[in-house]
T-cell receptor, first 112, second 113 residues
Framework: DAGVIQSPRHEVTEMGQEVTLRCKPI?????LFWYRQTMMRGLELLIY????????DSGMPEDRFSAKMPNASFSTLKIQPSEPRDSAVYFC??????????FGSGTRLTVV | DQQVKQNSPSLSVQEGRISILNCDYT??????FLWYKKYPAEGPTFLIS?????DKNEDGRFTVFLNKSAKHLSLHIVPSQPGDSAVYFC????????????FGQGTTLQVKP
C-alpha cells in the first residue's frame, strides 16, 4: 500500500486565490481527517469524515474553508479566498474504525 | 481551548542520556493516549500508545507513563540516539470512540552526538 497520498506537496498562491488540496486515503480505511500544523496550536483538527460523511467540522476556521469526500478514495480541502494567515502545513490522515492514524506527507501552503 | 498541551517547545539531550517529553491534558474523559513522531517534510508516524487503564507501557527504548490523577503523561527515551531528533506530538482519543484524536503543540527533540 502506498499510504496516504497528498497533493500537491507544496503550493504557493497569491492572496485571494482559490486553493485545493487533495488526499487519497489508504484503501479500506473508513475515517479521514484533515489537520493543519501551526507553531502555536500544533496539529489542529479541521474536519473529519466517517464513511465519506462529514462528522465534525467544528475545527474549520471560517467559511472560506470547505472539504468534501465524494467517494472512499478521495477528499479535497478547499480555501476560497486564501489569505496569508492560511499559510501552514496541511495534513490528511486516515484510519480504521479505531486505530492509529496514518498521515500523508502534508501540503505546505504559502499564501503571499 | 487547548485540551492537550505540550508546554516545552524544545528539548536538547546528549546522546546516550534519557529524554523526557511531557504532556498535560484537561479532559478527564480521554481514554487513550498516543505519541507520534515527525521528521521534517514527512507526516507524523505512530510511536507508542497507552490506555487509560494502565499507567505504563514500554516498547524497546520508549516508555510512556500515565498519571491520571495529575492528567499528565510522559514519554521516556532511553538511551537517546541522534536519529530520535524529531518533533514529538502527544495525542488523546476523544471520548465516545469517535476515532478523533486531539493533538498537542509538539516538542522538538534534539539529540546531540
Amino acid at each position: 500500500d502506498a499510504g496516504v497520498i497528498q497533493s500537491p506537496r507544496h503550493e504557493v498562491t497569491e492572496m485571494g486565490q482559490e486553493v485545493t488540496l487533495r488526499c487519497k486515503p489508504i484503501s479500506g480505511h473508513d475515517y479521514l481527517f484533515w489537520y493543519r500544523q501551526t507553531m502555536m496550536r500544533g496539529l489542529e483538527l479541521l474536519i473529519y469524515f466517517n464513511n465519506n460523511v462529514p462528522i465534525d467540522d467544528s475545527g474549520m476556521p471560517e467559511d472560506r474553508f470547505s472539504a468534501k469526500m465524494p467517494n472512499a478514495s478521495f477528499s479535497t480541502l478547499k480555501i476560497q479566498p486564501s489569505e496569508p494567515r492560511d499559510s501552514a502545513v496541511y495534513f490528511c490522515a486516515s484510519s480504521l474504525a479505531w486505530g492509529g492514524y496514518t498521515f500523508g506527507s502534508g501540503t505546505r501552503l504559502t499564501v503571499v | 481551548d487547548q485540551q492537550v498541551k505540550q508546554n516545552s517547545p524544545s528539548l536538547s539531550v546528549q546522546e546516550g542520556r534519557i529524554s523526557i517529553l511531557n504532556c498535560d491534558y484537561t479532559n478527564s474523559m480521554f481514554d487513550y493516549f498516543l505519541w507520534y513522531k515527525k521528521y521534517p517534510a514527512e507526516g507524523p508516524t505512530f510511536l507508542i500508545s497507552i490506555s487509560s487503564i494502565k499507567d505504563k507501557n514500554e516498547d524497546g527504548r520508549f516508555t510512556v507513563f500515565l498519571n491520571k490523577s495529575a492528567k499528565h503523561l510522559s514519554l521516556h527515551i532511553v538511551p537517546s540516539q541522534p536519529g530520535d531528533s524529531a518533533v514529538y506530538f502527544c495525542a488523546a482519543s476523544a471520548p465516545g470512540n469517535t476515532g478523533k484524536l486531539i493533538f498537542g503543540q509538539g516538542t522538538t527533540l534534539q539529540v546531540k552526538p
